[in-house]
């Protein structure tokens, strides 16, 4: 049990702050239900903490790394058969909150569970979130907190302008994020692909990607 929650949990007046909770959860329901039930198939939005926000285009530097990332994920999760990846317009619902990152993977047991029909995504095993000026602080905050609460066991983000990635993963007791490793050259081994070592140029550059993409699929 965290401090925070000790600490909520000690309060003289707890009935009260979760009567009034509850009151605001009640409110957020209904918003978030007519979140999904408005948002278009071509749009991109979240729901956070009672809000919606719609995200604007991309910028090339964006949509460039992520066609990266992408390509390379893509084809090893395939070959391999390692459940499935997914990425701008899956909406995954976590107990209070819509998010659609920008790259997820679900672990076989997850994928296994996506039908056609499927809208709204589990929570994902991995998530990769591209920064850009106006998601930066999601990205680090909430986004963050919520990811690490959800047991999402290793979340990266993305710097397409500096070259940078930053890999985080869960601590188990503390339910929290860590830094595990800042890095713009070298090689990258993601935890949720156990054996699996990338050069981190691999993810920016073009001809480094498809050297590395051949070399996998060899």
């Keep these: 049990m965290s401090p925070s929650t000790a600490e909520f949990l000690a309060a003289p007046d707890l009935p009260m702050k979760i009567a009034a909770a509850s009151a605001v959860l009640l409110r957020e329901a209904k918003l978030r239900e007519r979140f999904r039930d408005e948002?278009?198939?071509?749009?991109?939005?979240?729901?956070?903490?009672?809000?919606?926000?719609?995200h604007s285009p991309a910028r090339e530097s964006h949509n460039h790394v992520s066609t990266l990332i992408v390509g390379i994920f893509s084809a090893?999760?395939?070959?391999?058969?390692l459940g499935a990846l997914r990425y701008e317009k899956a909406l995954c619902g976590f107990s209070r909150n819509d998010y659609e990152p920008d790259i997820v993977w679900f672990g076989p047991g997850k994928a296994a569970t996506l039908v056609p029909e499927t809208t709204i995504y589990p929570i994902p095993d991995f998530i990769?979130?591209?920064?850009?000026?106006?998601?930066?602080?999601?990205?680090r905050g909430v986004k963050l907190e919520d990811y690490a609460a959800h047991g999402v066991k290793e979340y990266w983000i993305v710097?397409?302008?500096q070259g940078c990635i930053e890999r985080y993963l869960i601590d188990g007791d503390a339910g929290e994020y860590h830094l595990a490793e800042k890095c713009t050259q070298g090689e990258i081994e993601p935890f949720s692909f156990p054996g699996l070592s990338i050069p981190v140029a691999a993810f920016f550059e073009d001809a480094a990607n498809l050297a590395f993409l051949r070399m996998i699929l060899k």
Excluded at 128 to 139: F, M, N, V, W, Y
């Design 159 to 161: 710097d397409a302008d």
């Design 128 to 139: 990769i979130e591209i920064l850009s000026p106006a998601t930066t602080k999601r990205d």
């Design 39 to 54: 948002i278009e198939p071509h749009e991109k939005g979240e729901f956070i903490n009672g809000e919606k926000f719609m």
């Design 76 to 81: 090893y999760v395939r070959a391999n058969q």
